[in-house]
């Protein structure tokens, strides 16, 4: 293994490059390869042998680009098979799970927008803050968002109908805080922002997940210590999707044959 290998991400589509952004910037020296599995998404209405057989394939064909370590850039990729990616692979594997846990030190009523996938996963079914008495969970599928996202839609009349809708049972509710447990809805921030009441406190995983991946570069003493700035290569497997918007010009995003 050498330092300068790179840090394999992979998601059903664009929503993990919010994970890369971040990451990214607490470390600009890796090289990234991230792997958009846009032909298979969504994941969130797959069965959980369908989502673990999908993350298998992501992860050799990474390991294929000799990538040192997987960041699992999806919830519901992480919280349905991150177990058996784990038992499979013998590399290091950080996975992204909904910020239930930091969410939960200052809020009674806690939001929970996330994939049909992953609130009905076990690892999410026996969440810890589930047991605590004091502690309302709300839970939120959020049906349609993925594909509009997927489609560059983010900002737009359609889908701030479509947000409202669903976070009116939450508001009805009385949440005081909204955890985006989906890594497409970061991209969704902007117009949260717009529609929830301004006391709402947003929560996503990105940081600690930045965190702990310098955290396991250096137990495995992986870390690039190279003075320059890294590479990332961004691949998807599917022509005429918009996430060459979501990378800036910066990057050509390229078109792989990955079923
Ligand atoms: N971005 C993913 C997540 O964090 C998956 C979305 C999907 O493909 O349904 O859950």
Same mark, same amino acid.
């Given at each position: 293994?050498?330092?300068?290998?790179?840090?394999?991400?992979?998601?059903?589509?664009?929503?993990?490059?919010?994970?890369?952004?971040?990451?990214?910037?607490?470390?600009p020296n890796e090289n990234y390869i991230y792997l958009a599995d846009s032909k298979n998404a969504p994941y969130g209405s797959k069965s959980k042998e369908h989502i673990t057989e999908l993350s298998i394939a992501n992860t050799k064909y990474l390991l294929n680009l000799n990538c040192k370590m997987i960041i699992v850039a999806c919830n519901t990729a992480t919280t349905n098979a991150i177990a058996?990616?784990?038992?499979?692979?013998?590399?290091?594997?950080?996975?992204?799970?909904?910020?239930?846990?930091?969410?939960?030190?200052?809020?009674?009523?806690?939001?929970?927008?996330?994939?049909?996938?992953?609130?009905?996963? #076990?690892?999410?079914?026996?969440?810890?803050?589930?047991?605590?008495?004091?502690?309302?969970?709300?839970?939120?599928?959020?049906?349609?968002?993925?594909?509009?996202?997927?489609?560059?839609?983010?900002?737009?009349?359609?889908?701030?109908?479509?947000?409202?809708?669903?976070?009116?049972?939450?508001?009805?509710?009385?949440?005081?805080?909204?955890?985006?447990?989906?890594?497409?809805?970061?991209?969704?921030?902007?117009?949260?922002?717009?529609?929830?009441?301004?006391?709402?406190?947003?929560?996503?995983?990105?940081?600690?997940?930045?965190?702990?991946?310098?955290?396991?570069?250096?137990?495995?003493?992986?870390?690039?210590?190279?003075?320059?700035?890294?590479?990332?290569?961004?691949?998807?497997?599917?022509? #005429?999707?918009?996430?060459?918007?979501?990378?800036?010009?910066?990057?050509?995003?390229?078109?792989?044959?990955? #079923?």
């Amino acid at each position: 293994m050498t330092t300068n290998q790179p840090i394999g991400i992979f998601d059903s589509g664009v929503g993990g490059l919010s994970v890369w952004e971040t990451v990214r910037e607490h470390l600009p020296n890796e090289n990234y390869i991230y792997l958009a599995d846009s032909k298979n998404a969504p994941y969130g209405s797959k069965s959980k042998e369908h989502i673990t057989e999908l993350s298998i394939a992501n992860t050799k064909y990474l390991l294929n680009l000799n990538c040192k370590m997987i960041i699992v850039a999806c919830n519901t990729a992480t919280t349905n098979a991150i177990a058996s990616l784990r038992s499979t692979f013998d590399i290091p594997f950080i996975g992204i799970e909904p910020a239930i846990k930091p969410a939960a030190v200052n809020s009674k009523t806690i939001g929970v927008l996330a994939t049909k996938g992953t609130l009905t996963s #076990d690892l999410f079914l026996e969440h810890p803050v589930k047991e605590n008495d004091e502690i309302t969970i709300v839970e939120q599928v959020g049906k349609g968002l993925v594909e509009m996202i997927e489609k560059g839609e983010t900002n737009t009349t359609e889908m701030k109908a479509l947000l409202s809708d669903l976070l009116r049972p939450m508001l009805e509710k009385n949440i005081d805080a909204l955890v985006l447990g989906c890594t497409h809805y970061n991209f969704l921030k902007e117009v949260l922002v717009e529609l929830l009441p301004s006391h709402i406190e947003l929560w996503d995983a990105r940081e600690a997940i930045a965190k702990r991946t310098a955290y396991i570069l250096d137990q495995n003493q992986i870390r690039n210590h190279s003075k320059q700035q890294g590479i990332t290569r961004v691949l998807t497997n599917k022509r #005429d999707t918009a996430i060459q918007n979501f990378v800036g010009d910066n990057i050509i995003v390229e078109l792989i044959e990955k #079923d």
